[in-house]
């Protein structure tokens, strides 16, 4: 699991430099495409086509973010397996899942294996580098001392705005980004019902009504891992979500 | 008609077999009465043949009468059956006998008969005469004067002297004969002969004389004489076959010989009736043991009497008659016939006998063969049922589930049930591969998709005329709506991922639906919503998202298929083990055959179109999501036509 509540080593060696970004794409189009958004964006881009390519070059050169797909060339599982690779060289690495396989096995397994967030390819060009960028502020958020200037607090839950971190009853809630943004979303006018555009807005995503609910899932489940009795997440049926304090 | 009663009735068709025999049984009879008929001829000719020349085994006083044929004086003695009671009326004798001689002057007529019974003579003599005269009461019988209506009978004896007779009486009642001979000094006198009695009766127009006579006095010939008078002692008008002047007898009696009939008892046999007729068809001698038939009616078994019934037929002959012609000495002549009656009834014995085992051997035959077609195709059937339900559930949404029966037999039932299974396993195969093509196009489509996307993401940043923004806006609504498609298509995979990830908890059905109708009611607000709940909490044992799924895929439906300002209604109603949900909308009614096919992966029954892409996956996730629940759906056309109302039955037993 990402451990964003932990302290970690200041990078400062790349403090001042563009930030690094891997994508670990098989196919040359979108490889190319994603690559040149992220030019666009000021952010340096490096590309690779197989697992082999980007292990040999991330050995060299750990990239400061890393965007995956899961099937690489002749590997099916390959991103996978690069994903358990980069989190072993290093804990905070963001990584993103992006493919076409839209199982929710495949986000299960992804965000188990410590990606930060599990996208689809559906998702456009300017959602992915808002959370590219956000992810980017979360690191530089969690090097910095904590502030209050974002903090919302409501009941047992803490949202910290900055550093995309939710706490509740003090013990932290490891949450992807997209779960975070939900949450987020619910939070922040508690008892009123925000529906499944709304969230998927919220989320910079365009997800389907089972990926919404499945995603909600996950989130109470994390929830109740820490506070078994947790029900602040309340379904209205037909039209959505909303937080119950 | 089902299988099992056409075999029926192949076997009803070994009947005919019965019928069969039963004609081949009367052409049998037929050959049968057909040799006995010959038979009886032989046996015929053969009695003929002993006859022949004999005619004193055929006539008393033999004679030859065969060589001159009986004239109209010639009187043929009939047997009687029994002795005629001697009072003067004709009762005991056979009314119309052909051998009745007739003779007639003016308005008189004489009717003479004759009649043999034992060793008796009989005459029966009919005057009719509108003028009776009865001879002078106490009067000489000699006496001129005193004579009336009077009768002579005059007959030759063996030795072929002649002797007269007169019958005369002043009053009715008992007669007899008188002979009237000259004595010495030819004085005649009247001498009595009581041998030769009878009575006299008047009667209507005339009188009747009965007279017997005993065989020994007669001889060839015998006559008789009316001598009619207007009145007493007139002069006489005489009639009869006596020669009027001297009385000689113009005719023979003929008597059948009495040894005829012992004769002809050495040939019979019982069934048979042996007759001798004479060449004027007289009957000389009988002997009947016809009546002494083998096998009466009554000792015959109820079935073959009803068999007999049943196919008897009106024309069937009872008797078998042979007859063959006695010759005379000079085989020129004809002396009589000899006439043999059998009755049938052996023949027909034969023939039951037959025809009754054929038909009870046929009769068994034929139940047996039915029983058995009946057995063999209500077995064939089974089968054919059995297939039939394989066949019919043996294609589940899962896949090829149940084994298929019958793929063992060796018959064409078993090629069929073979092929049957062979046919659905590819079906299965392709059903399988189209189920999983959704996804899988989905997810190959996605990489160019994504290409094109982040092309014209990318694109956005670079600098384009104005003119170009046009086609690029087209570009980016035509990528969004393969994505939409893209969305569309991959549904009930992940409807399967969440079923599989479902976890069930308890929750009123009742809220969720009051809910959601409420959250219908702002997404669609061109449509009017009517919720029809109970009054108490409905609880479930469920995944409420899928139930919300589902409904949201029912109301997606019934929006589609309902006009603008369209009411839909949701109908709840529970009972203690199920559940069930009705999603009703006006609208088209369901095309007929369609219904059961409604609820299937890529059923697309939508005429219409519009700009969201449909591929039958809604109503399919119904009944997933419904089925994940222990229950069914299904759709039927609104009882009063013009619309449609699906209906989702949920378990209540968890």
Redesign the interface.
């Known amino acids: 699991m990402l451990p964003y509540g932990l302290p970690c080593a200041p990078r400062l060696q790349y403090a001042s430099v563009m930030k690094l970004i891997a994508i670990i794409e098989d196919e040359p189009a979108i490889r190319d495409n994603y690559a040149a958004a992220f030019t666009r964006e000021g952010y340096a881009v490096r590309t690779y086509g197989n697992r082999h390519q980007a292990m040999t070059a991330c050995a060299a050169r750990l990239p400061d973010l890393a965007v995956i797909d899961i099937s690489l060339e002749d590997e099916p599982e390959g991103g996978f397996e690069l994903c358990r690779a980069l989190r072993s060289m290093s804990a905070e690495l963001p990584i993103i899942f992006l493919t076409a396989r839209d199982s929710e096995l495949d986000a299960v397994s992804g965000l188990r294996l410590g990606a930060d967030d599990f996208l689809t390819k559906d998702l456009s060009i300017p959602h992915l580098i808002a959370r590219v960028n956000a992810l980017f502020r979360r690191i530089e958020a969690l090097r910095r001392p904590q502030t209050t200037g974002q903090i919302v607090q409501r009941g047992s839950l803490l949202v910290d705005g900055e550093r995309m971190q939710i706490q509740w009853e003090g013990e932290v809630v490891l949450l992807s980004l997209t779960e975070f943004w939900i949450v987020h979303a619910l939070a922040k006018h508690p008892g009123h019902v925000r529906n499944r555009q709304q969230l998927m807005d919220a989320a910079n995503v365009v997800l389907d009504d089972n990926t919404i609910t499945s995603h909600v899932k996950r989130i109470r489940r994390k929830f109740q891992q820490l506070d078994p009795k947790f029900d602040a997440i309340q379904t209205v049926y037909g039209m959505g979500y909303r937080w119950v304090e | 008609m089902s299988l099992r009663l056409k075999l029926l009735l192949l076997g009803l068709g070994t009947l005919f077999l019965p019928w069969a025999g039963f004609e081949y049984a009367r052409e049998m009879e037929a050959a049968l009465r057909d040799g006995e008929q010959q038979s009886l001829q032989a046996i015929a000719q053969t009695i003929a043949a002993s006859l022949q020349g004999r005619s004193d085994l055929l006539y008393r006083m033999g004679g030859d009468p065969g060589l001159i044929p009986p004239g109209p004086n010639d009187l043929q003695a009939i047997p009687l059956l029994a002795a005629p009671f001697l009072d003067g009326y004709p009762d005991e004798w056979p009314r119309n006998s052909p051998f009745r001689r007739v003779y007639s002057d003016g308005p008189h007529r004489l009717t003479l008969l004759a009649g043999v019974h034992e060793h008796l003579a009989y005459l029966l003599i009919q005057v009719r005469d509108p003028h009776v005269v009865w001879d002078a009461p106490g009067a000489d019988v000699l006496d001129p004067a005193g004579f009336g209506d009077r009768i002579w009978v005059a007959f030759t004896d063996a030795a072929g002297a002649q002797h007269e007779y007169l019958v005369a009486t002043a009053e009715p009642g008992p007669v007899h004969a008188r002979r009237i001979e000259t004595e010495d000094l030819g004085r005649q006198v009247a001498i009595d002969e009581p041998r030769i009695s009878g009575g006299w009766q008047p009667m209507s127009g005339g009188y009747c004389v009965e007279l017997r006579i005993p065989m020994s006095m007669l001889g060839a010939r015998l006559g008789v004489l009316v001598d009619e008078r207007e009145h007493r002692g007139g002069n006489p008008v005489s009639f009869g076959n006596l020669d009027h002047e001297s009385l000689a007898p113009m005719g023979r009696l003929l008597i059948p010989a009495p040894q005829l009939t012992s004769y002809l008892a050495q040939f019979v046999q019982p069934g048979l009736r042996l007759t001798v007729l004479g060449t004027d068809q007289a009957i000389l001698s009988q002997v009947d043991a016809l009546s002494v038939a083998t096998v009466s009616g009554a000792e015959r078994g109820l079935l073959p009497q009803l068999y007999r019934r049943l196919l008897e037929r009106p024309q069937d002959v009872k008797v078998v008659a042979a007859q063959a012609p006695i010759a005379g000495a000079d085989r020129k002549q004809t002396l009589g016939f000899v006439q043999i009656v059998e009755t049938a009834e052996r023949s027909l014995t034969l023939r039951d006998k037959a025809l009754t085992q054929l038909l009870d051997f046929t009769l068994i035959t034929s139940a047996l063969a039915v029983m058995l077609m009946f057995a063999f195709a209500a077995w064939l059937s089974w089968r054919l049922a059995r297939l039939r339900r394989a066949s019919e559930s043996a294609l589940t949404r899962e896949g090829l589930v149940t084994t298929f029966p019958d793929t063992e037999a060796h018959d064409e039932l078993g090629d069929v049930a073979r092929s049957f299974s062979m046919l659905l396993g590819r079906l299965n195969e392709y059903t399988g591969y189209l189920r999983t093509l959704a996804g899988k196009l989905a997810?190959e489509i996605?990489?160019p998709?994504?290409?094109v996307?982040?092309?014209l993401?990318?694109l956005e940043?670079e600098s384009v005329p104005p003119a170009a923004r046009t086609y690029l806006n087209r570009a980016r609504e035509g990528s969004e709506r393969l994505?939409a498609i893209?969305?569309a298509m991959?549904?009930a995979?992940?409807?399967e991922?969440?079923i599989q990830?479902a976890?069930r908890s308890r929750f009123d059905l009742r809220?969720?639906?009051d809910?959601?109708?409420?959250?219908?009611r702002?997404?669609f607000p061109q449509r009017q919503f009517i919720a029809e709940l109970p009054d108490e909490p409905v609880l479930l044992h469920g995944a409420?998202?899928l139930?919300?799924?589902m409904?949201?895929k029912l109301v997606d439906n019934a929006v589609d298929f309902s006009a603008d300002q369209a009411t839909l209604t949701l109908r709840l109603a529970a009972d203690a083990t199920q559940a069930i949900i009705e999603v009703d909308n006006p609208g088209p009614a369901l095309a007929g055959e369609g219904h059961q096919h409604l609820f299937e992966s890529l059923w697309q029954s939508r005429s219409g179109s519009d700009s969201r892409p449909h591929f039958g996956l809604g109503l399919y996730i119904v009944r997933l999501i419904a089925e994940f629940h222990g229950g069914s759906a299904e759709a039927c056309t609104l009882p009063e036509g013009g619309g449609a109302r699906f209906r989702v039955i949920l378990s209540r037993l968890s």
């Not at chain 2, 809910?515 to 219908?520: E, F, L, N, Q, T």
């Open positions: 997810h996605r990489t998709l994504t290409i996307r982040s092309s993401d990318n940043s994505n893209l969305v991959g549904a995979t992940r409807v991922e969440a990830g976890e809220a969720l639906m809910s959601a109708v409420g959250a219908y702002t997404g409420p998202d139930i919300v799924q409904l949201d």
